[in-house]
């Protein structure tokens, strides 16, 4: 039977069947959104596993290269080392002279004594521990210029002339974390003025006592091994005691004084950039008198240069550039402002960082010599 045909349009446009079609024809669409979504996530999470895995493994080489870089330092280090040694040893065999002794005896009171050393010349002569520059004087004599400006009258080390020196400590000065070893230096005090070295340091520490016993030698070590208290101590001794002293350097490899300039400069405007006291034209103009005096050529190692400090602070620089016995200094010149040879000493002597710390450390065992006897007795002693 056939449908009536005003029922057809009914049947088309029926709200029912609109329906299903709507979500027949859509649902396709919400399907591929979703696998789309799901897509995305995973791209997502490999590409943070990614960064994650590229992040390890560049930390990883980061981490071996700064391994295999100490490792062979350490390595270069311990062939230096070893290199030295035989030089040493081979040193020890062509020489006919026992070895310098480092040790020290008891007498039969029990007094703690060091085992004296001469030299060929008939000087006593202090260790280094270097092969290179086996051993210091205990005494040097140093003859400045007498006539003032004239610097054609060279400056002369000898047994017989000037003012006498002892030594109060000495070290190596090293550079980069391996220790390559520049220079030994060795810090002189004038044998006259021992007595207001040891009067100034005894008094810091006990204002009534002419000599301190092993606990206020000990108060006294601490505070010149802090930092900032011993820069104090040193900074102030050497400002009100005119105390005259002198640096001795000597190279243990060739260098020039254009690299041993450097390192003074360096350490002098460090120190001064701390105080405004510096920042004038006159410390600027000795600056520049002190970096002219170091316009010169090469220093062989075992040549030595000194550094003189006067009892007004002027700096007096000299150096030995002859070879053989004869001692003859040259005499390079010389800057007036004491601010500068104060700050070149403290570089040596105190301090958070200085130039040489075996040098430190040992000079203050050698003022610790110093204050245990009675002020004045050192210097009749060495005499």
Known sequence: MLRPTHL????????????????????????SRVSQDLDLNKLNSQRRDYERHRTIFLAAGATAGIISFIYTAWKLKKALAQQAEKQKEKAAVKCDAPPIPKETFKTEAGEKRKIVVHDEEGRVIVPTGNSVVPAFPRNIEVKLSSAEGDDSIAATISDKQGNEYTLVGLGVRTVTFIGIQVYMVGFYVATQDIAKLQQYLVKKINPTATTLIPSEKDALRKALRDATEGEETWDALLRDSDCRSVLRIVPVRDTDFHHLRDGFVRSIAARSQRNQAYNDESFGAAMKEFKALFNRGSVPKKQELLLC??????????FNSSRGKESKM???????????????????????KVASEPARESIIEGVMEFVERPVGTVASQVV
């Open 8 to 31: 057809r349009p009914v049947l088309r446009s029926s709200p029912r069947c609109q329906q299903c079609l709507r979500r027949s024809l859509f649902s396709g669409k919400g399907t």
């Open 330 to 352: 040259e005499l390079l010149g010389k800057v007036e402002d004491e601010r500068l040879s104060r700050l070149l000493w403290l570089n040596y002597l105190a301090g958070s």
């Open 309 to 318: 400090r006067d009892g007004k602070g002027a700096l007096t620089v000299m």
